[in-house]
């Protein structure tokens, strides 16, 4: 999530039940095939309250996936739960017992916090769609965003270190709210680079992002996201440097 860029662009389940994972794939394989018509009955939490938040929510309920959205405030979502009557609102503990697939869609440096409010057990199983970059509460250098992690390291390994049982997938980090859904290009479908340790969970990711008009790059496990959270300090230069938000990437093959 280009946390940095939503300043500037102003443009039934306890929670203690794993889903099994073939039951959301096969879930999200029938949401990918409902731009051809037929039923979604995927049940999505969104973890935030923020512009990359609603966005990609708001995404999923026009796609016709069950929805709650998960905040500590709820009154921050007040305007747009009413231009989303179908949404539903619940604390994060609230949202995870609900959905079969969770996106985390915060600040960098709230990720840890937000998923400590849900709990080890409530996360076992998941899948967890991981749209956070490691942006440091630091100004840009010549147009460079700057992280709290290294080349080292990655927010999503700390993240699935510190919640091995959860299925992390990192994607939707490296492209602005405003093109995350459905975006048109002359040049056909942008590339989402995503990466994850659970081979099943990335084919769920991978429908959701088709059925959101991506075509998906798998770079492998999860110390790839040391290379893709990085993407987005790329994707930001244009935006900082000319005021242009509007690009994304293309693997060519």
């Not at 990918?32 to 979604?40: D, H, I, L, N, P």
């Not at 973890?47 to 709650?68: N, P």
């Not at 969770?102 to 840890?112: C, D, E, M, S, Y």
């Not at 942008?190 to 081979?199: H, L, Q, R, V, Y």
Request: proline letters at 5%; charged letters at 15%; hydrophobic letters at 45%.
């Amino acid at each position: 999530m280009l946390a940095y860029h939503e300043g500037l662009s102003r443009g039934g389940i306890s929670a203690t039940t794993s889903i099994p994972i073939g039951t959301v794939k096969s879930h999200v394989t029938r949401g990918a095939e409902a731009a051809r018509g037929q039923e979604v009955d995927v049940k999505i939490g969104v973890i935030g309250s923020g512009t990359v938040a609603q966005t990609l929510a708001a995404g999923f309920i026009r796609h016709g996936h069950a929805i709650m959205v998960g905040t500590r405030d709820q009154a921050q979502l007040r305007d747009w739960a009413a231009a989303n009557p179908k949404a539903l609102l619940g604390s994060p503990a609230q949202v995870a017992a609900y959905a079969e697939v969770l996106v985390l869609a915060v600040k960098g440096t709230a990720a840890a916090a937000a998923l400590r409010l849900i709990g080890a057990p409530a996360l076992q199983g998941k899948v967890v769609i991981d749209a956070t970059n490691p942006i440091a509460d630091l100004p840009p250098q010549n147009g460079v965003l700057r992280f709290f992690t290294t080349l080292d390291g990655s927010l999503m390994e700390q993240l699935q270190l510190e919640y091995p049982a959860a299925r992390f997938v990192k994607a939707f980090n490296s492209v602005g709210a405003l093109r995350m859904v459905n975006p048109q290009y002359a040049g056909g479908e942008p590339t989402m680079f995503i990466c994850g340790n659970d081979a099943v969970a990335k084919q769920a990711v991978t429908g959701i992002l088709s059925q959101f008009g991506w075509e998906s790059a798998d770079m492998g496990g999860v110390t790839a996201a040391r290379a893709i959270e990085p993407l987005c300090m790329l994707w930001c230069i244009p935006g900082l440097l000319r005021n242009e938000w509007t690009h994304a990437f293309k693997l060519l093959k």
